[in-house]
């Protein structure tokens, strides 16, 4: 048994005990058949604020597949979890990440701006993430190299994973395709993704350059043409962030393999709905 088939089957037996206990209510997941693996876009961004450890909490107490998050490297050198370069949108700090120390960054507020009851959230260490997680759910980690350059930092990621137990549930993903075939090239050992909008030529191919097993489009430049031919070259597609039940009805009659959504509990629910409708 894989890595993945073990988190799939300890999430189906937590959820089983949280629901029959009234700890949670329960979760739909995707059928081993053709319904899509549900990847929750930076935690949820729809049930707690982004890139947070309360969003990571709710994703793995609620058996949500994988969970999709950005990294950045501030000025003393650790690898921290947001998705912006600069941290006036979901802080109370100003500046960019390279600029401020992490010991100044801990002390900042990154969850009031979506609720009073997040004020004690802070911008997490991806090495927190990883003890929280331990292996239970899959991690897809976006390298932010752009538009701030962050040289090397790849091996600033390699180094934070090389102690962490479950390499087969990593997926590395970033729009700087550069720095996604030099972490490739150091090492094999975790999945790589493709980000990007454009449909690309011969994406079998150029995924090869790169190390890629897998392609992450936005799912408005997606057609079942492409898909397929991106299926045709043993390539999962990922599409984000479709997060309306038309849009995840499309995403699903194209054959993606994964959804990456703000809203995790909705389209579980819908999947659900859609799974006994089907019986």
Known sequence: ???????????????????????????????????PK??????????????TLAAFRKCKENGVYGIELDI???????????????????????????DISFADLSKLDAGSWFGEQFKDERVPLLSDVLKLLDGKVVLNIEIKNTPVNYPGIEDDLLKVLADYKYPDTII??????????????????YAIALLGDPIICDVGQYAKQVGATAWHPYFGSMRKDV?????????????????????????????VDG??????????????RRQRKQK
């Open 1 to 35: 048994m894989s890595r993945i088939q073990s988190v799939r089957t300890a999430q189906t037996a937590l959820l089983i005990f949280c629901v029959a206990m009234g700890l949670c209510a329960p979760v739909a997941h995707a059928a081993e058949s053709k319904d």
């Open 38 to 51: 549900i990847y929750a876009h930076r935690g949820g961004a729809r049930w707690a604020p982004e890139n």
């Open 172 to 189: 590395i993903s970033s729009f700087d395709h550069e720095v996604l075939k030099r972490l490739h090239a150091k090492s094999s050992k």
């Open 72 to 98: 950045q490297r501030c000025k003393t050198g650790e690898l921290v979890v947001i998705h912006d370069e600069d941290l006036k949108r979901t802080t109370n700090g100003t500046g960019l990440i390279k």
């Open 227 to 255: 898909i397929d031919t991106a299926h045709s070259a043993s390539l999962k597609v990922n599409v984000w962030t479709p997060n309306k039940k038309p849009e995840w009805e499309e995403m699903i009659s194209q054959g």
């Open 259 to 272: 959804i990456v959504t703000d809203d995790p509990k909705s389209l579980s629910e819908y999947l659900g």
